[in-house]
């Protein structure tokens, strides 16, 4: 993937936190460090906290959005970086991945290196350390399923700490870490498989691009490519002169329900007895097509549904009222209410 610089986006003005975000919208920030080492970042949190000062931590910037009016506090963009084998046997190797290091890189690294557990989330913006915060998933594989511990920072306690996996409290797109400045993410362990061959293909419309049954296994380096195809085509592969992809990917979370609202209404099992609804077809159903705007400023990709994209001169305060339309829409429709993925930051749906 060609990631766009990860010290400022282009066609944002640098005194805006837009600079610093994939959807390029943002005021500014009250203070600014760059972090380059763990203890740097650590420090800077602390003493933050000390001063009283509120504190937001963005490296990629990729899944969020912040208000116009910027961040009145103390942002931190983090900058580190490192990857480094702390246990491996005849099966598995465990990385130990520094919070900043950019995500897609990381994963090339993997499938070049014979390690499967990653290879399906190839394409996706951000930083290492943002994906067990939403634990990030995408064509059938989660970073919960890889994931054996997470190192932070804890604000409450002033010490380092390591969280298992299970005190990660992972669930779809969620963790302990998302809607809470309590920690700050410092490193992440992955323990993945040796390997040319990648993890069973759970994803239908990855089995039907690949050509295989679901549970069949490909070559890592195919699995990979097939998931930049499939990314790209839906503008979710970050290009600075392609609009579509200014966006923080899917918008909304496909919603979980009780029963269908209607008959024959496309779902997947959930947990408890419930079922998912794909948000993408609620939303078309209910009206809103690709490319529908309300202004000019920002519109549904012309690719996907699901992302809201600011065309090079929308704001916040417009891609809000986009989302707000859109949520209506589906509640009148079909009466579920959608939910947005990304964290919102000054600004509020």
Not at 161 to 173: I, K
Not at 254 to 260: A, T
Request: proline share 5%.
């Amino acid at each position: 993937m060609s990631e766009v610089s990860p010290e400022q986006r282009a066609d944002a003005p640098l005194s805006s936190l837009g600079a610093y975000t994939t959807l390029r919208l943002g005021g500014p920030a009250g203070t600014l460090t760059v972090a380059t080492e763990p203890d740097e970042a650590l420090a800077t949190v602390r003493n933050a906290s000390a001063a009283g000062e509120s504190v937001l931590i963005l490296a990629g910037g990729s899944n969020v959005v912040i208000g116009d009016a910027g961040f009145a506090g103390h942002v931190v963009l983090l900058r580190t970086r490192g990857i480094r084998p702390i246990a491996q046997d005849d099966d598995s190797v465990t990385l130990r991945v520094a919070a900043g290091e950019v995500w897609d890189d990381f994963v090339a690294r993997t499938v070049r290196d014979g390690l499967s557990g990653v290879e399906c989330l190839s394409g996706i913006p951000g930083s290492a350390g943002a994906t067990p915060i939403q634990n990030v998933g995408a064509y059938g594989q989660e970073v919960a399923h890889t994931i054996v511990a997470v190192h932070a920072y804890d604000r409450d306690a002033d010490a380092v700490v390591t969280l298992t996996a299970e005190e990660c409290g992972f669930g779809y797109r969620s963790s302990v870490f998302k809607y809470s400045d309590r920690r700050l993410v410092l490193e992440v362990d992955f323990r993945l498989t040796r390997g040319t061959g990648s993890e069973p293909i759970r994803y239908a419309e990855l089995a039907r691009q690949l050509g295989v049954e679901a549970g069949d296994r490909v070559p890592l380096e195919q699995a990979r490519e097939t998931v930049l195809k499939l990314r790209a085509g839906k503008g979710m592969v970050l290009d600075p002169d392609d609009r579509d992809t200014w966006s923080v990917g899917s918008f909304f979370t496909n919603p979980v329900v009780d029963r269908l609202p209607e008959p024959n209404m496309p779902h997947w099992p959930a947990p408890g007895g419930r079922v998912k609804l794909p948000a993408a077809w609620l939303i078309e159903q209910a009206g809103f097509t690709k490319g529908f705007g309300v202004g000019d400023g920002v519109r549904i990709s012309a690719k996907h549904t699901l992302a809201l994209t600011n065309r090079g001169t929308g704001t916040t305060a417009e891609l809000l009222e986009l989302a707000r339309v859109i949520r209506a829409g589906v509640r009148d429709r079909f009466g579920i209410e959608l939910h947005p993925e990304p964290v919102l930051i000054a600004c509020e749906l």
